[in-house]
């Protein structure tokens, strides 16, 4: 993961909207042009933020320029702030582990439960919690997007790493998995070092880029992770306020508040759990738990 990042944007090719994206970029080559014996350094991926279309793309960032361009489009025109710390990193990363519950769906259902009970309780109690609405249905919001990664990361993993076909998938269709090099006496050090090298990737795939997880669980499990274009949309879109919660209180960009209506909260809710119920149907055969290993 990179510890730069830049804020890319450009009309998107496939919806043709103006495009608004965060992507990593890697510490400056001092060599100005790129190497020719490393053709995968300086690629990235991302989602346009208005349509979810996934890209590939090539960065590369020398002391002569600073430069992006979409590998399936290069045509298309895309301005770049310049490079910054990222400090999300360590944010985004540092919560990660291999342990997960036994049953994803229903620790799901459980936070659903649990939050929809904080929203009910707090608008009956005005005198406890006077003045608090906005706090509670941003952090109610904000957990109901965390549980949806959870239940994304948590199932993927153990799924992989247990259904053959599914692994042998992933590594054959996945770019960066299908061009990672091991040597014969790396496999024979270590019978488990092609699964675990798969747990550490996907353990560090950030589960709010539904783009990504699209992909994913399509080359996983040959399943279209939405049930419609309307749910996608609003997904996306939920997904970036809830970033504006993490990083801004609620702001916009232009320091602006935004909208976290209770019913916006419930609404957003239901979608989460609508995109999760699909998957679980389209994934297991049926919305019912389904324990790790079962």
């Known amino acids: 993961m990179s510890r730069f990042t830049t804020t890319a944007s ?3 090719p496939k919806c043709f909207k103006a495009a608004r994206v965060t992507i990593d970029v890697s510490e400056v080559d ?8 490393a053709p995968s350094e300086g690629h990235t991926e991302f989602n346009c ?22 590998d ?11 490079a910054r710390y990222n400090s999300e990193e360590v944010e985004e990363v540092s ?31 005005i005198r406890c919690l006077q003045n608090s609405t906005k706090v509670i249905n941003r952090m109610v919001f904000s957990g109901a997007i965390s549980a949806m990664e959870a239940y994304l990361s948590s199932t993927v993993i153990s799924l992989v790493t247990e ?21 014969l006496h790396e496999v024979f050090r270590d019978h488990c070092l092609v699964e675990d090298r798969v747990k550490n990737y996907l353990s560090r795939v950030l589960y709010h880029n539904l783009g990504r997880v699209e992909e994913i669980y399509r080359i ?19 997904i ?11 702001k916009d960009s232009e320091g602006k508040d935004q909208d976290y209506s209770t019913e916006l909260v419930l609404r957003t809710m239901e979608d989460v759990d609508e995109l999760i119920t699909h998957i679980q149907t389209a994934v297991f055969g049926s919305a019912t738990s389904h324990p790790a290993g079962g």
């Open 220 to 238: 996983c499990f040959e399943v279209e992770v939405f049930p419609s274009e309307g749910l996608k949309e609003r997904l996306h879109r939920a």
């Open 72 to 82: 399936e489009h290069p045509d298309v025109e895309i301005s770049a702030d310049d």
């Open 163 to 183: 259904e053959p076909d599914s692994m042998e998938r992933l590594l054959k269709k996945d770019r960066q998995l299908s061009s990672e090099k091991v040597t």
């Open 95 to 125: 919560w990660l582990n291999h342990d997960f519950p036994k049953d994803s769906f229903h620790e799901f259902r459980d936070s659903q439960k649990d939050m929809k009970e904080v929203l009910s309780r707090y608008d009956s109690d």
């Open 10 to 12: 450009f009309e998107c």
């Open 30 to 37: 001092w060599c100005v042009e790129p190497r020719s014996d």
């Open 240 to 250: 970036e306020l809830r970033h504006d919660i993490v990083h801004r209180n609620g």
């Open 49 to 70: 933020n208005e349509c979810g279309a996934f890209f590939y793309a090539h960065i590369h960032n020398s002391p002569a320029g600073f430069t992006v361009s979409l």
